[in-house]
Nanobody, 124 residues
């Protein structure tokens, strides 16, 4: 069964950090690009970050550049989104996703497999 499972979300204060993890199973993780998207209440899902199959290239949304770091460990079939200096506007459900390509994308339609999401809430 193809599956992506996110973990690490929670409630934090502005300025705090969170580390989101994405565990993959049932897919050829090491040959797939991985992305993180988020959806805030009342808004469309938006791109956050993406990483190629060997760790490059890496793309970030302008809103998180310099604060968030995406990484992956192919041996463990996991991807991580390290989020620092969190802001209230980062509050959203965060989704891990993978695509059947070695190159990352910035658009939802480019991705095939999605996790169930993990809630991140940042209070001011």
């Amino acid at each position: 069964q193809v599956q992506l499972v996110e973990s690490g979300g929670g409630l934090v204060q502005a300025g705090d950090s969170l580390r989101l993890s994405c565990a993959a199973s049932g897919l050829a993780f090491s040959s797939q690009a991985v992305g993180w998207f988020r959806q805030a209440p009342g808004k469309e899902r938006e791109f956050v970050a993406a990483i190629g199959y060997v760790g490059l290239p890496i793309y970030y949304a302008d809103s998180v550049k310099g604060r968030f770091t995406i990484s992956r460990d192919n041996a463990k079939k996991t991807a991580v989104l390290q989020m620092n200096s969190l802001k209230p506007e980062d509050t959203a459900i965060y989704y891990c996703t993978a695509r059947g390509s070695i190159w990352p994308g910035r658009n939802e339609y480019e991705y095939d497999t999605w996790g169930q999401g993990t809630q991140v809430t940042v209070s001011s």
